[in-house]
């Protein structure tokens, strides 16, 4: 079946600090890949998507992601923490091969430290 | 722009009652979908409309989970009767998609938590 995996429950870091929160997908050659925020009481909100075309893209709130075909992987990443970025990161496949809805990870809880 | 509106916000039930969650999306928007969040979970996806039509509610326990899309736009999702495992955040999203692609940001609600004891 298809999953999404995202090894850390939870992640902490320094304020100041860079991020990388991890996402792997089970398979599919042209996935559409998303990352969503989710404040406690909040619904998620997308910070940014991949389709086709340049493997970096850049979202809302200073973050980027990675898309590596070989690693079947779409990386999260941010250069410098912001308390305000506590929260927790959903990573979503969707596509034809995920039967055109999304698959969500069970998401990774991020603590900033100050 | 007004966003997705869901009511209640919690709910707190005995096992074996029934309970409905209402959905407004945002204006305009074709698709809509109900997902259920565990948890520790992730959203799973419960139901999805395409107008007033089912596209998909493969996952949708339908022995006492029923949906309905009144003209294309509000929702309510209901369970009767509720069991222990039914406790969870239901969440509603909508999004322009009017083919049913997944390539269109679905916008999502603050959800409805509900306890079941």
């Known amino acids: 079946a298809q999953s999404v995996t995202q090894p850390d429950i939870h992640i902490t870091v320094s304020e100041g600090a860079s991020l990388e929160l991890r996402c792997n997908y089970s398979?599919?050659?042209?996935?559409?890949l998303f990352w969503y925020v989710q404040s406690p009481g909040q619904g998620l909100q997308l910070l940014l998507k991949?389709?086709?075309?340049?493997?970096l893209v850049q979202g809302i709130k200073g973050f980027e992601a990675e898309f590596k075909r070989s690693q079947s992987s779409f990386n999260l990443r941010k250069p410098s923490v912001h308390w305000s970025d506590a929260a927790e990161y959903f990573c979503?496949?969707?596509?034809?091969?995920?039967?055109?809805?999304?698959?969500f990870g069970a998401g990774t809880i991020l603590r900033v430290k100050s | 722009e007004a966003g997705v509106a869901q009511s209640p916000r919690y709910k707190i039930i005995e096992k074996r009652q029934s309970v409905a969650f209402w959905c407004n999306p945002i204006?305009?928007?074709?698709?809509l979908y109900w997902y259920q969040q565990i948890l520790g979970q992730g959203p799973k996806l419960l139901i999805q409309?395409?107008?007033?039509?089912?596209?998909?509610d493969s996952q949708l326990p339908k022995d006492r989970f029923s949906a309905e899309r009144l003209k294309g736009v509000d929702s309510t999702l209901k369970i009767q009767p509720a069991k222990l495992e039914d406790s969870a955040v239901y969440l509603c999203?909508?999004?322009?998609?009017?083919?049913?692609?997944?390539?269109?940001?679905?916008?999502f609600g603050p959800g409805t938590r509900l306890t079941v004891l």
């Open positions: 204006s305009g928007h074709a698709t």
């Open positions: 979503a496949v969707g596509g034809l091969e995920y039967g055109n809805k999304l698959v």
């Open positions: 999203a909508s999004s322009l998609d009017r083919l049913g692609t997944s390539r269109n940001e679905q916008f």
């Open positions: 409309f395409q107008n007033n039509g089912v596209v998909d």
């Open positions: 398979y599919g050659a042209t996935p559409y």
């Open positions: 991949y389709f086709s075309g340049d493997t």
